[in-house]
Each structure stands twice: as C-alpha cells, then as structure tokens.
Nanobody
C-alpha cells in the first residue's frame, strides 16, 4: 500500500502558475503508475496527467497539454504537477493517485487504487 498527501494548492490569477506536490509513503514509489486528477463541483473526476515506466513516460489530458508538466523524484518519493498559464476552468480539487500497472498509461480514475485527500486550486479571471 501507499499513502499520498498533496500540497501546493491555492488561489492564483489567470495566467499564473502553481506547483502541486504529492508525498508518498509506504510502498516503493517507483513501483506504481502515478497520476493527477481533478474534480470541479458538479463534474466528473478528470484525468489530468500520468507518469509511468518508473517516471520515463508521461501522458496528458487534452485540456492541459502544453501547460502542465508531471514529474516525479524517486529518491524523495514525491510526485509533482507544474501548472503554467492557468485558466479559470482549471479551478478544481486536485488529487494524486497511484495504482495499476507501472508500464501502462491510463487517465481513468477506476484504474488507480490509492488516492490522496486533495488540494484546492482556484484560478480567478
């Protein structure tokens, strides 16, 4: 099992940047496919980005491609999401998740087993 704790959320104006962190404990971090998801009120949970193959491969949702960057530090057991050029529609609770095959990409929430408690990101226009 792995425990996940997100941090780094906050309020920012459109065009600004934030970096989210997700500290992992428990099992070996690099054994898992990792992902960032977000959920806005009244909407379904959306896959934002995933990193797999021990951190060598990444994949992004269309809505964030070119603006967000997912990365991980295996030595520190920490997952990151650098968010640039933020838009009001990026406002949501952001969750990190772990699970599934470390060799396969997925942005489907059902393919992940472990979740953090979330960190709120609010982007004002």
């Amino acid at each position: 099992q792995v425990q996940l704790v997100e941090s780094g959320g906050g309020a920012v104006q459109a065009g600004g940047s934030l970096r989210l962190s997700c500290a992992a404990s428990g099992d070996t971090f690099s054994n898992y496919r990792m992902g960032w998801f977000r959920q806005a009120p009244g909407k379904e949970r959306e896959g934002v980005a995933t990193i797999y193959n021990g951190g060598r491969s990444t994949f992004y949702g269309d809505s964030v491609k070119g603006r967000f960057t997912i990365s991980q530090d295996n030595a520190e057991n920490t997952l990151y999401l650098q968010m640039n050029s933020l838009k009001p529609e990026d406002t949501a609770m952001y969750y990190c998740a772990a699970g599934g095959s470390r060799h396969l990409l997925s942005l489907r929430a059902s393919r992940y087993d472990y979740w953090g408690q979330g960190t709120q990101v609010t982007v004002s226009s």
